[in-house]
């Protein structure tokens, strides 16, 4: 019997096209929001529509402004 983590499907978009510059693995989204991201959307009064990624292999974190 197959085990299906839809959880897992849904919650770990890839992002087509970007890849970590570390080890070439796949960005997911992170469900946790950085501090860097936080700040741009202050810096930039709310404007800026950063998004928080995270590499599935290394667990580097990224900011895609
Ligand atoms: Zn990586």
Do not use: F, Q, W
């Not at 890849?19 to 991201?37: A, E, Y």
């Not at 959307?41 to 599935?56: Q, V, W």
Request: contains cysteine; aromatic residues 4%; charged residues 25%.
């Amino acid at each position: 019997m197959a085990l299906i983590d839809l959880d897992k499907i849904i919650v770990k978009r890839t992002i087509l096209g970007i890849r970590c510059t570390v080890c070439g693995g796949n960005l997911v989204v992170s469900p946790k929001k950085s501090v860097t991201s936080h700040l741009a959307r202050i810096l930039s009064l709310g404007t800026a529509r950063a998004e928080d990624y995270e590499c599935e292999t290394c667990k580097k974190r990224y900011v895609l402004l």
